[in-house]
């Protein structure tokens, strides 16, 4: 089931809510203002449904948001060292809006903009497929990109991502879904117990701007390492993370798990599935409605300076194709 509202009006468009509800209950709010995921519902062991996502009460909180709350991030989701790239030697300024370098696509992102929609009811599916068309040297980045962002609820308690791209001219591109989750719900105000497996045993060692050194490093006796399950805060410390794991699987261009999480309180289960190769783990406690985490799938950051990591240039008539699944459960 699909239902429709109207959230508001900004720069002459209509700003739509879509709730998508399956026969279980589990619920996915979206909107066309920055293909956002609003909220999340799904039950818990005592059969109670809450927000298991971080999510703004107003249209206007969306306008003026700055941490990407449930967007969909692009043209280049993470960090891109000195705003610059070189694409076919040719060189492109890109906008600066973390220091020197470009974070999330720029100022004006993907999630930004408006985007259109299609509905999608068919039988045991519901879907919105969000489209835009990036225009050439948008924030920088070169040609026309051609975007279609396409969630999908299932019977099966999963939300599955599907991003698609074709260009002009060769570009790179690395799309994203920036959700903060808190699996205990909305009036939680922790998420030290939250018991995390993310399935790598490496990592992308960064400098102090969050910028890629080139070097990937073992997690083995690291406070990054989750290979085996443990809670995020088990060292009795609100302690920060955001890096970008390299997934055990990356190469195989399947989709496999990168992450699986257990908020034992509620009984909650998350299992994150993709086709990309990174995922990058941030916690947050401040400045936001609650303590939350995100767990971002993506290709590594600023992979254009590191021949070794993944490749991120879309050519011409190539197709920038990746999927990521949240699978939703209870024990």
Do not use: W
């Given at each position: 089931m699909i239902n429709i509202a109207t959230m508001g009006q900004w720069a002459g468009e209509e700003i739509k809510k879509y709730s998508l509800t399956n026969s279980h209950g589990t619920c996915v709010e979206l909107s066309n203002y920055g293909a956002c995921i609003l909220?999340?519902?799904?039950?818990?062991?005592?059969?109670?449904?809450?927000n298991i996502v971080l999510a703004y009460n107003t249209l206007d909180e969306y306008l003026k948001d700055d941490?990407?709350?449930?967007?969909?991030?692009?043209?280049?989701?993470?960090?891109?060292?000195?705003?610059?790239?070189?694409?076919?030697?040719?060189?492109?300024?890109?906008?600066?809006?973390?220091?020197?370098?470009?974070?999330?696509?720029?100022?004006?992102?993907?999630g930004k903009h408006v985007w259109t929609v299609e509905v999608i009811e068919d039988t045991g599916?519901?879907?919105?497929?969000?489209?835009?068309?990036s225009p050439h040297l948008e924030e920088g980045f070169p040609g026309n990109l051609n975007v279609t962002v396409t969630y999908i609820l299932t019977e099966e308690n999963t939300l599955v991502i599907k991003y698609l791209a074709r260009c002009d001219r060769t570009t790179i591109v690395n799309l994203s879904s920036h959700s903060y989750y808190n699996l205990a719900g909305k009036n939680s105000n922790t998420i030290s117990d939250h018991v995390l497996r993310v399935n790598a045993s490496e990592y992308t060692a960064s400098?102090?701007?969050l910028?890629?050194?080139?070097m990937i490093k073992s997690v083995t006796g690291t406070p990054y390492d989750f290979s085996v399950p443990r809670s995020i805060n088990s060292n009795g410390e609100e302690y920060l993370y955001d890096l970008n794991y390299v997934l055990q699987d990356y190469?195989?261009?399947?989709?496999?798990?990168?992450?699986?999480?257990?908020?034992?309180?509620?009984?909650?289960?998350?299992q994150v599935y993709t086709?990309?190769?990174?995922?990058?783990?941030?916690?947050?406690y401040d400045n936001i409605p609650r303590p939350a985490f995100c767990l971002e799938t993506q290709h590594f950051p600023d992979s254009?300076?590191?021949?070794?990591?993944?490749?991120?240039?879309?050519?011409?008539?190539?197709?920038?194709?990746?999927?990521?699944e949240y699978r939703f459960g209870v024990v």
């Open positions: 909220g999340i519902y799904t039950l818990d062991k005592y059969k109670k449904l809450d941490k990407y709350m449930g967007c969909v991030v692009g043209r280049y989701a993470n960090r891109i060292s000195g705003a610059n790239i070189i694409v076919d030697d040719t060189s492109y300024s890109l906008s600066a809006n973390e220091d020197r370098n470009t974070l999330h696509g720029g100022y004006c992102g993907f599916i519901n879907g919105i497929k969000f489209h835009r068309i400098d102090n701007n910028i890629p050194t080139g190469n195989t261009g399947r989709l496999s798990l990168a992450a699986s999480v257990l908020e034992p309180t509620s009984g909650r289960t998350m086709t990309q190769p990174g995922l990058q783990l941030y916690t947050i254009l300076r590191h021949k070794h990591f993944p490749e991120v240039r879309l050519k011409s008539g190539e197709v920038y194709n990746h999927v990521t």
